[in-house]
Every structure is written in structure tokens, then in C-alpha cells.
Antibody
Framework: EVQLLESGGGLVQPGGSLRLSCAAS????????MSWVRQAPGKGLQWVSS????????WYADSMKGRFTVSRDNSESTLNLQVNSLRAEDTAVYYC??????????????WGQGTLVTVSS | QAVVTQEPSVTVSPGGTVTLTCGSS?????????PYWFQQKPGQVPRTLIY???KKHSWTPARFSGSLLGGKAALTLSGAQPEDEADYYC?????????FGGGTRLTVL
């Protein structure tokens, strides 16, 4: 069974940083692109970032470029998202998603349970 | 960045049929946008229903189907059930990762 377990969320002050992680199991991690998608309270879904299976290519939503960094450790089956210079509008549940087979950009097939990031003073 | 549009809310009667649509600000939606559809029930994690316009997962109920209709991506629900009440999001791919639509709240009433 595919499992994605996010961690690292919490309460952080504006301008602060967090490192989100996603532990994957139940599939051959290094065969799939992965993504982060977020959802602000009461709002819709927003694509945050994606990384190819090898980790050789990454993509970011425009509002996150320069502040967020996605990475993966294929030896540990872990996906990471370093989030810096956080703003109130970054408050959201951050979902880790396993990419659809054959989709280089990691369009979501399976979703994790999410981790809540709250940016507030 | 492209804007992806969905109906904000739609109501369907139990047992009825309804079609949700997903449009793009850049022009007609085609199979090259690889449309996806996701379902999110209140308090739950999103679930992927449809990918690449019409393809289903093993967990996708047979009453859901995807297509292209009138220059938009479409999700049709045939024989709506009370448990289908949820938010539905589409995703269209452009150059690189995709853009989500704003979502449609489907009420079964």
C-alpha cells in the first residue's frame, strides 16, 4: 500500500523557515516524480513545487520561486520542501503527492495526509 | 500564468446526471493539457478521480467519466449518490506543472 507521511509543519513567525518532509513507502520511490500542493484554510488547491524522479529537474509556482526549495533523497524515499521567508499567505496545509506514472511533472496520483503550516506572529 | 475556470457551485438531484467543466484562459482545452479531476470531501484529503482527460484509477467509481466538451475538460457524474457531495478540482498542464481550477462545490439534493 502506498503511504505518504508528511511532517515538519507548525507555527512559525513571518520571515521564518521550516523544512517539510514526506516519508514515502509502498512503491519504488525513485521511479516517480513527486509534488507539493497546498491548500489555504477554506480555499482551493495550489500547486507548489515538483521534482522529477531523479531529482534532476524542479519546478516552482511563481510566488514561491526563490523562497522554496524542493529536494529528494531516493536512498531514504524522502521528499523535502525547505520553505523560507514565510508570509501569512503561506499558511496552508501542505500535501505531498506521488506523481502519476509517466507524468514528468508529478501530477498527483496519491496524496498524503498533509501537514499544517501556520505563519503568524 | 493561465487561469483555469470552474463553476463555483452545482446542484444535482440524487440519481441525476451532472457535468462539471474546466476551461482555460489561454484557449480551448485539449488532450495536450492532460486534464485531471480530483474529489475532496469535507475534512478529507483530495483523491484523484480522472487523469489524462478520461482515464480512471481502480478506485474511481464507474459513475464518473472524463471527456472534452465544447473546448473544455468535463467531468460527468451519472447517477449521483449522496456520498458524491464534495468539492471537485480540475488540473490542466501547460509548460511544466499544472494549474488548478478554483473548484466546484457539488451538492446532491
Amino acid at each position: 500500500e502506498v503511504q505518504l507521511l508528511e511532517s515538519g509543519g507548525g507555527l512559525v513567525q513571518p520571515g521564518g523557515s521550516l523544512r517539510l518532509s514526506c516519508a514515502a513507502s509502498g512503491f519504488t520511490f525513485n521511479n516517480y516524480a513527486m509534488s507539493w500542493v497546498r491548500q489555504a484554510p477554506g480555499k482551493g488547491l495550489q500547486w507548489v513545487s515538483s521534482i522529477t524522479a531523479s531529482g534532476g529537474s524542479t519546478w516552482y509556482a511563481d510566488s514561491m520561486k526563490g523562497r522554496f526549495t524542493v529536494s529528494r533523497d531516493n536512498s531514504e524515499s524522502t521528499l523535502n520542501l525547505q520553505v523560507n521567508s514565510l508570509r501569512a499567505e503561506d499558511t496552508a496545509v501542505y500535501y505531498c503527492a506521488k506523481g502519476e506514472p509517466g507524468n514528468s511533472y508529478g501530477a498527483p496520483q496519491i496524496w498524503g495526509q498533509g501537514t499544517l503550516v501556520t505563519v503568524s506572529s | 500564468q493561465a487561469v483555469v475556470t470552474q463553476e463555483p457551485s452545482v446542484t444535482v438531484s440524487p440519481g441525476g446526471t451532472v457535468t462539471l467543466t474546466c476551461g482555460s484562459s489561454t484557449g480551448p482545452v485539449t488532450s495536450g493539457h492532460y486534464p485531471y479531476w480530483f474529489q475532496q470531501k469535507p475534512g478529507q484529503v483530495p483523491r484523484t478521480l480522472i487523469y489524462d482527460t478520461y482515464k480512471k484509477h481502480s478506485w474511481t467509481p464507474a459513475r464518473f467519466s472524463g471527456s472534452l466538451l465544447g473546448g473544455k475538460a468535463a467531468l460527468t457524474l451519472s447517477g449521483a449518490q449522496p456520498e458524491d457531495e464534495a468539492d471537485y478540482y480540475c488540473l490542466l498542464s501547460y509548460v511544466g506543472p499544472g494549474v488548478f481550477g478554483g473548484g466546484t462545490r457539488l451538492t446532491v439534493l
